[in-house]
C-alpha cells in the first residue's frame, strides 16, 4: 500500500504540498539544498536529523509526538485493509451477501479513498490542515459507526464509502501537515511516519482478526470493525495539542501565530524567522502560479518524447505497484490459505497475523537500504523476488493443496511475496513519482499516477474472487506472476537509476541524444532548479 505519498504530493497545484523538496510549497525558495534529490535528501539529513534533534530535547519530542498523531490517519488505512480480510468472512455468513458483493465491498474502498484525498485539498486549504485532520476522524468515525450497526448490506456499504472518504482526507493530509510542521532537518525521517504506519494498521487489523473470531459471528465481525475507531478517537484528543500548520496560518495572513508554532517546532529564534521569510516567500509564488495549472494540464496530455518517457516511467511503476496482485493478497490472503488447505478461521487469521507481521518488518528494511542501495536494484530485487514467489505459490496451489508440506510452501510464498514487494516496488514506486518529473509537473502527473494506481487497486480487489472462480486461485496467481515477470522487463527498460543525481541529471536521463544536444533548459526551469545561493559573509 503506497498510496501516502503520492497523495501528498498530488496536493499539489501550489496549494498545500509543503513537502516538496524538503521546502515550503514545493517551489524551491529559500533553502540552500531545495533541490538535492530525495535520496541523497533523506541520506544527508539522517545523521544530522539525529543530531538535531538530540540537541533540543523539548522541541523534538514536541515534532515527534505532532507527527505521530497525525500519522494515525494512516493508522485507519491500514487497518481496514488488514481488518477486512478476516471480517468479511464472517460478514459473509451473518449477512449473506454473494460473492460479487463481497468484492464490491472490499474494492471500492480504493476509488473512495481517492476521491476523499482529491477534495481534501481544497479542503485542507479552506479550513487549514488541523481540521482536515479533524474532519478525516469525523466522517471516518461516522463511517465506521454506521458499518457496525449495519443491519443490511446497503447500510453496510454506505458505512464504508462515509469511511473512505474519511480515510482519503486523513493519509493525503498526514503527510502534508507532517512535512509543514517539521524542522527541515527532521522532515525526511518524520514524512516516512505515514507509509510505516499503513503497515503497522494492516498487522493491527490482522490481529484484531484473530483476538475477536472467537466470538458468536452476528458480534465479532462488528467488534472488528469497531475498534478501527479507536485511533480517531486519540485524533480528537489530539485536536487539543498540535498546533496548525505554520504555512496554512501564513496563507491566511497569521503571521504571529504562525511564528508562535515554529519556535515550538525549531531550535533557535534565528531559523524561525529565516523559515519564516521562506514561507511568505513560498506563498506568494503558489499564488502567483496559479494561472499555469492549465497549462501544466496540456504539456501532460500532450507530452513532449521526454514527458511521455517519463510519464511512462512515473505512472506505469505505479500501475505495475497494484496489477501484480498485492490488495489480492492482502485482501483475500484467508482465501488463499483455505485453498492451501487450512481449516477453521481461527487458523486462516492466525496464518494472516503472519503476513501482515513480515509486511511491516520489511518496510522497514526497505527505508534503510533506499538510500543506500539505489532504487533500481532494490526494483530488480523485488520483482524477481514477486515473481518467483507468485509462480511458486500458484505451483502450490496447483499440486499441493491440502497437504501439511503445500500450507508450509503456501505460507511462505505469500510472506516472500509481501516481504519482496515491501522492501522494492511498494515504497519505490512513491519516490520515483517525486523524483523524475519536472518541478513544474510534479504534482499533476504525480496526481495522474495516484489515480492509476488507486484505479488498479479497486479493479483487482473488486475481480480477485470472480477469477479465481473462473481459472483457479492458482490459475489467477500465475497470471499475477505472468504480470510481475513483465514489471521487470518494464524496470530493465523503462525505468533509470536517480540515486546519486540532481533534479536537473535526472531530468535529462529521459531525454534522447537529439533532445540534449537541442539546447538548454528552460528559463522556468533554471529558475527552480538553480536558484542564487546567499554569499558567505
Not at 485524533?235 to 496548525?244: D, H, Q, R, V, Y
Not at 509486511?359 to 543506500?372: G, S, Y
Request: proline residues 4%; glycine residues 12%; hydrophobic residues 45%.
Amino acid at each position: 500500500m503506497g498510496l501516502v505519498g503520492v497523495l501528498a504530493s498530488g496536493n499539489g497545484n501550489g496549494n498545500g504540498n509543503g513537502n516538496e523538496n524538503g521546502n515550503e510549497g514545493g517551489h524551491g525558495i529559500g533553502i540552500k539544498s531545495a533541490y538535492t534529490r530525495m535520496d541523497s535528501q533523506i541520506g544527508n539529513e539522517g545523521g544530522v536529523a539525529l543530531r538535531h534533534l538530540q540537541s533540543n530535547a523539548s522541541t523534538s519530542k514536541y515534532v515527534i509526538i505532532c507527527a505521530v498523531f497525525a500519522s494515525l490517519n494512516s493508522v485507519l488505512l491500514g487497518y481496514d485493509v488488514g481488518v477486512m480480510s478476516g471480517a468479511i468472512l464472517f460478514i459473509q455468513e451473518d449477512l449473506k451477501i454473494t460473492e460479487v458483493q463481497e468484492e464490491v465491498l472490499i474494492g471500492c474502498l480504493s476509488i473512495i479513498s481517492l476521491l476523499g484525498s482529491l477534495a481534501g485539498g481544497r479542503t485542507s486549504d479552506a479550513i487549514g490542515r488541523k481540521w482536515t485532520i479533524a474532519l478525516a476522524a469525523f466522517v471516518f468515525q461516522t463511517g465506521a459507526a454506521v458499518m457496525v450497526l449495519a443491519p443490511s448490506f446497503p447500510v453496510l456499504m454506505a458505512g464504508r464509502l462515509l469511511a473512505g472518504v474519511g480515510i482519503g482526507f486523513g493519509v493525503m493530509i498526514a503527510p502534508v501537515y507532517i512535512a509543514e510542521i517539521s524542522p527541515a532537518v527532521a522532515r525526511g525521517s518524520l514524512t516516512s511516519f505515514p507509509e510505516i504506519s499503513i503497515n503497522l494498521g494492516i498487522l493491527l487489523g490482522y490481529v484484531s482478526n484473530y483476538a475477536f473470531s472467537g466470538l458468536p459471528k452476528h458480534i465479532n465481525w462488528r467488534i472488528m470493525l469497531g475498534v478501527g475507531i479507536v485511533p480517531s478517537v486519540f485524533i480528537g484528543l489530539a485536536l487539543f495539542f498540535i498546533p496548525e500548520s505554520p504555512r496554512w496560518l501564513v496563507m491566511q495572513n497569521r503571521i504571529e501565530e504562525a511564528r508562535s508554532v515554529l519556535l515550538k517546532t525549531n531550535v533557535s529564534e534565528r531559523e524561525v524567522e529565516d523559515r519564516l521569510v521562506e514561507i511568505k516567500e513560498a506563498a506568494g509564488v503558489a499564488s502567483a502560479t496559479s494561472h499555469e495549472q492549465k497549462a501544466v494540464w496540456r504539456e501532460l496530455f500532450c507530452p513532449s518524447p521526454s514527458v511521455r518517457r517519463m510519464l511512462i516511467a512515473g505512472c506505469g511503476i505505479q500501475c505495475f505497484q497494484q496489477i501484480t496482485g498485492i490488495d489480492a493478497t492482502v485482501y483475500y490472503s484467508p482465501t488463499i490459505f483455505k485453498d492451501a488447505g487450512i481449516k477453521g478461521n481461527a487458523r486462516l487469521l492466525a496464518a494472516t497475523v503472519a503476513v501482515g507481521f513480515t509486511k511491516t518488518m520489511f518496510i522497514l528494511v526497505a527505508i534503510f537500504l533506499i538510500d543506500r542501495v539505489g532504487r533500481k536494484p532494490l526494483l530488480y530485487v523485488s520483482t524477481i523476488g514477486m515473481t518467483t514467489c507468485l509462480f511458486g505459490l500458484g505451483l502450490t496451489l496447483s499440486f499441493l493443496g491440502n497437504e501439511p508440506l503445500g500450507i508450509k510452501l503456501a505460507l511462505l510464498f505469500v510472506c516472500g511475496n509481501v516481504a519482496f514487494f515491501s522492501v522494492g516496488i511498494g515504497p519505490i514506486c512513491w519516490v520515483l513519482s517525486s523524483e523524475i518529473f519536472p518541478l513544474r509537473l510534479r504534482a499533476q502527473a504525480s496526481a495522474l499516477g495516484a489515480v492509476g494506481s488507486r484505479v488498479s487497486s479497486g479493479a483487482i480487489a473488486m475481480s480477485f474472487l470472480s477469477v479465481s472462480r473462473a481459472i483457479t486461485v492458482a490459475g489467477t496467481f500465475f497470471v499475477f506472476s505472468g504480470i510481475s515477470a513483465l514489471s521487470v522487463a518494464f524496470v530493465y527498460m523503462c525505468v533509470p537509476e536517480t540515486k546519486g543525481k540532481t533534479l536537473e541529471e535526472i531530468e535529462m536521463l529521459f531525454k534522447n541524444e537529439k533532445e540534449r544536444q537541442g539546447g538548454e533548459l528552460e528559463l522556468r526551469d533554471v529558475e527552480h532548479l538553480v536558484p542564487k545561493e546567499p554569499s558567505s559573509s
